[in-house]
């Protein structure tokens, strides 16, 4: 177990509390409203742990959870008032004797216990007495809760029956997470499945033309007629960058990704996917305006996620315009007063219809496909779902579309924040 403390720690003051559990319940009620998430699973067990501490009178607790290799990892912790950055003093002996059995402990008379006479964290941290629960489901076990004192405190089956309820909830609400994640795997799986069935007859004629093209080079290469090269070139250049797009938004789609934030250039970034777009755009011969908010400050984003984003819906603009009368419009903003910023693009293809709107990032119902897999706006939503931002949709018949994406502006510390003047 780690000896640092957890992503989440609260101080509380130094006072034994009067047990009152309407605050344990309260927070135990947060769980089963709230949807336990990777964002927010610290947060939402910060306030349990909290509870459970403040009730009981202790000085340090802890929620552990086993990681994907099966060790306990702090994931929420709260500890005395005017100690920064604690070292975790749950007794390691305790805790593996809890997991091992399933049967919740308490430990009074810590120092001296005859069940853990060589535990040196009592010894250590002059713990007097503690209490242990498993956070378990009926086929396995998750992790701990576990509460400790400086003070020899009269917990007894009460107390552990409180950290029982508790632990129970905990876990029902980290198994629904589990299963969520599963089941959205299995989703993006079977997708990729149905993407590779429907792409399997454009992806055999591509490889036809690049078998085709490459021969022709090969000859040209061979024989130096260098305007054969050249020509063939032209065909396979465009074709093994339709091969990249495909194999790697399959890829991107198909296994869940986290993000890396971090400080980001908004505006650069959306340049650089504008820029990386240009093949498209000559091909289809369509016009791109551009529009930028100077006055967007350094953020707090994944700069490769919202890059893809970016990609995705501009490519869908420019897939849905016309051949030769297409215009798509590329704008970022910064709302000072909503804290957000906002990345538009507007097209004047057809518009597109409001059962269309709710198929719109659903694999493979984007409508017309030239130039993707029909995976790029569900990859998209993907991106500014997990910063936190929305989606909004404005079209009408004949006149176009646009998509707004809003996601929220946290600047980076010391960066400069714009000011409506």
Not at 4 to 30: H, M, P, Q
Not at 170 to 194: C, F, I, P, S, Y
Not at 220 to 246: A, C, F
Request: some cysteine.
């Amino acid at each position: 177990m780690s000896e640092t403390a957890g992503n989440i720690s609260v101080s509380v003051a130094n006072e034994t509390r009067n047990g009152d559990t309407t605050s344990i319940f309260a927070s135990l009620k947060t769980i089963g409203k709230t949807e336990l998430t990777d964002e927010n699973t610290e947060t939402v067990l910060a306030e349990v742990i909290g509870s459970i501490v403040g009730n009981l009178g202790g000085d340090h607790g802890y929620i552990m959870l086993k990681d994907k290799d099966g060790q306990l990892s702090n994931v929420a912790s709260i500890y005395r008032d005017g100690q920064d950055d604690p070292l975790i003093t749950a007794s390691n002996a305790l805790t593996d004797k809890v997991l091992q059995s399933g049967c919740g402990t308490v430990v009074t008379d810590a120092m001296e216990s005859t069940q853990f006479p060589s535990d040196p964290n009592f010894q250590r941290f002059n713990i007097k007495t503690a209490v242990c629960v498993a956070i378990a489901t009926a086929d396995s076990t998750l992790g701990t809760i576990y509460v400790d004192s400086t003070n020899a405190c009269q917990w007894d089956s009460e107390q552990l029956e409180l950290l029982e309820v508790a632990a129970i909830a905990v876990a029902l609400a980290v198994t629904n997470m589990n299963l969520k994640k599963e089941n959205q795997d299995d989703k993006r799986l079977a997708a990729t499945g149905r993407a590779t069935l429907q792409l399997s007859h454009s992806v055999k004629n591509i490889l036809q033309m690049i078998g085709g093209a490459a021969e022709v080079v090969d000859f040209g290469l061979r024989t130096n007629e260098i305007h054969r090269v050249k020509r063939s070139w032209d065909i396979l250049k465009p074709n093994l960058e339709r091969m990249q797009k495909y194999t790697l938004e399959m890829l991107d789609y198909s296994k869940e990704r986290h993000l890396e934030l971090g400080p980001c250039d908004f505006n650069r970034v959306i340049q650089g996917a504008i820029e990386s777009l240009k093949s498209q755009l000559k091909e289809k011969k369509s016009k791109l305006n551009i529009r930028i908010d100077q006055k967007i400050p350094t953020i707090e984003l994944d700069s490769e996620r919202i890059h893809e984003m970016a990609l995705n819906l501009i490519l869908n603009a420019i897939d849905i315009v016309d051949e030769s009368t297409g215009v798509v419009s590329v704008e970022t903003r910064y709302l000072v007063e909503e804290q957000e910023i906002a990345l538009s693009i507007s097209d004047n293809g057809p518009g597109i219809t409001e059962n269309m709107k709710d198929k719109i990032f659903t694999p493979f119902e984007s409508g017309k496909n030239k130039f993707g897999t029909g995976l790029g706006m569900p990859i998209a939503k993907q991106i500014f779902d997990q910063h936190g931002g929305r989606i909004e949709i404005e079209t009408a018949e004949g006149k176009g579309t646009t998509f707004t994406v809003l996601l929220p502006a946290k600047p980076v510390d010391g960066a400069p924040v714009a000011v409506r003047s």
